[in-house]
């Protein structure tokens, strides 16, 4: 029996372990020693401490993480997202020790992490990309000027190796350009060791649509719909939802075609999502995530796929085992990031969970590594489970998600469950297609409102 090593914890770790059930796999969790003795770790077949609770020293630590796969007999490495889930030297690493990783090789990574190479291949592909050159800015201030001037302000700019929100600026005019483009460079050499730069126009109130792509090493690749994640809050997601409301479904098919065209055309292997703004009926992309995402519930619960064991499927060599014309969706799905944090200041609540009620009923997925008697850890992300909800249409699936949210009850540590009923009931979240600034606009009205 082929063993899986998880490099990851929480929620996603517990995700992997039921795939690799599914599919008669061995799995064994990584571990840190902040994570020694939750729950869901029993649900492993073994369990390895991989390191202290710092993440560099544990789920970052790629000699600890080689170590418990030869430990433990595992010939293959899954990364969930976050932690090294994008790392193009982990992969290389995973490779050189005779392991496979399931994700697409360190090369492939390497050409996506670079956003401006990530344009290119792009462009090439026929894929829109937001209005802007697909190269990187020189240092020259009047052919920067230059370049804003044609693009038209507002510009971003932005590190091309750049993520998690980090390392991009907006300029308003040429005034603000020459000390705006001396920042972003700092940043971007000091948080991502690249100081390239490139620079997009500035889209005022678009929408972030996303597209799911899944492809195997014999050259088939599907994209298996779409998904809108615009209810951000500091460019961290807190609610998707599939499919995205309103959009023209032959614009989706045609991009989703194009994306997974473009899968082909660069070998991609593995789950994949291209991301997108979408702004006056058009889709402009951004940027390729070559991980598994938080929100893929939401896309298997429209499609009825296992998108996790899939990608073991074929990082494991096998082929898809769908076409395209078998991808069906069906009704509509919505996430709702529950976090063990302040629901008005945002601060992380680590601690005890005294008591957990989980809720479920006809459409409803809770995806928790937590329960009752549960420790939160401070060292890590607040994210504490994600309540999933079906429906046959996007208004089913609104009211089977309040009703979710209503019946679940986490006592002990503070919790965003009513945040997430209260911004179900927002008229404007409800009539669908807000934009990726309203739900700052919204916390914004409500801050006012209780001041
Ligand atoms: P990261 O990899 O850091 O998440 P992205 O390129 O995905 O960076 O951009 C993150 C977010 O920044 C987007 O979801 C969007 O909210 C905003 N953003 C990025 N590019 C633009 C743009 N050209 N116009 C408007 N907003 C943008």
Redesign the pocket.
Known sequence: METVLIANRGEIALRIIRACRRLGLRAVCAFSEDDRGAGYLDLADEAVCVGPAAATKSYLNIPALLSAARATGASLVHPGYGFLSENADFAQAVSDAGLTLIGPSAAIMRKMGD?VEAKRAMIAAGVPC?PGPDSVLPDDPDALATLAAEIGYPV?L?AAG?????G?RVVQGESDLAQAFMITRQEARRFFGNADIYM????QA?R?VEIQVIADSHGHALWLGDRDCSMQRR?QKLIEEAPAPGIDRALIADIGERCAASCREISYVGAGTF?F?YENGELYF??VNTRIQVEHPVTEMVTGLDIVALQIEVARGASLPLTQAEVRTFGHAIECRINAEDPHSFTPSPGHISRMHVPGGPGIRVDTHVATGAEIPASYDSMIGKVIAHGADRNEALARAATALAELRVDGVACNAALHGALLGDPDFRRGGVS?HHLEQWLARREGADA
């Not at 750049?162 to 980090?166: A, F, Q, S, T």
Request: glycine share 18%; hydrophobic share 30%.
């Open positions: 956003k937001v971003i932005k750049g993520g998690g929100g980090r991009m997009e126009k500035y889209l678009p972030h460019h991301e703004l951004i940027e990726i």
